[in-house]
């Protein structure tokens, strides 16, 4: 019942945005906090840690940048959002991008990204835990930027003016940290 609350809310809130034409955007500064680590299954069936990606116990060797955008399969700027995330990948491989569902099914989220013809590696947030417990989003779009340290660098929700330009910005000051 609680997943299905917080799913229903997740989607009221960006239908809300979508019909209202609200273009409400808030980016948070982290002041470079410890990212919270968490574990996912990813839409492949993988196991993905993120404290293997980013910080201490990470093979130095291995470690980078990550991306978090969050999305679920009824947001409208999640499906602007999200090719421009598929393009910036090509441009900025020394960074992992990763698109993170929020308490949604998987076979309904599988069969979202096949129709999409989304290529990044998806994270299922199944009960809405990482998003809402470990970082804090209750809205999507959502995008958390990560330093290969595994520090908090940058933390929006919304879908900002010009999202390319704005994406490329924080990319180039995440890869110069």
């Known amino acids: 019942m609680r997943k299905k609350l917080l799913f229903a809310v997740v989607v009221f809130l960006c239908l809300i ?15 470079l ?45 999640c499906r602007q959002e999200i090719p421009i995330m ?5 441009e900025y491989q020394n960074i992992g991008f990763y698109l ?3 308490a949604e099914d998987e076979e309904k989220v599988g069969k979202f990204v096949k129709e999409m013809d989304y290529t990044l590696p998806v994270l299922l947030d199944r009960y809405g835990y990482i998003s809402t417990k470990k970082y804090d989003v209750s809205v999507s779009p ?24 704005h994406y490329e910005q924080l990319l180039d000051a995440l890869t110069e940290k």
Do not use: W, Y
């Not at 409400?24 to 002041?31: E, H, L, N, R, W």
């Not at 959502?142 to 330009?165: C, Q, S, W, Y």
């Open 17 to 31: 945005k979508a019909d209202t034409g609200d273009s409400t955007f808030v980016a948070q500064d982290t002041s």
């Open 33 to 77: 906090q410890k990212a919270p680590t968490f574990f996912a299954k990813t839409l492949a069936g993988d196991d993905f840690f993120l404290s293997k990606e980013v910080g201490a116990k990470a093979d130095p060797e291995e470690r980078k940048a990550i991306v978090l955008s969050f999305f679920t399969t009824s947001c409208i700027p």
């Open 86 to 90: 598929m393009e910036l990948s090509k």
């Open 100 to 102: 993170v569902n929020i």
């Open 142 to 165: 959502a995008v958390v930027m990560i330093t290969p340290d595994g520090l908090l660098f940058h933390k929006e929700t919304g879908l900002p003016d010009e999202p390319r330009n």
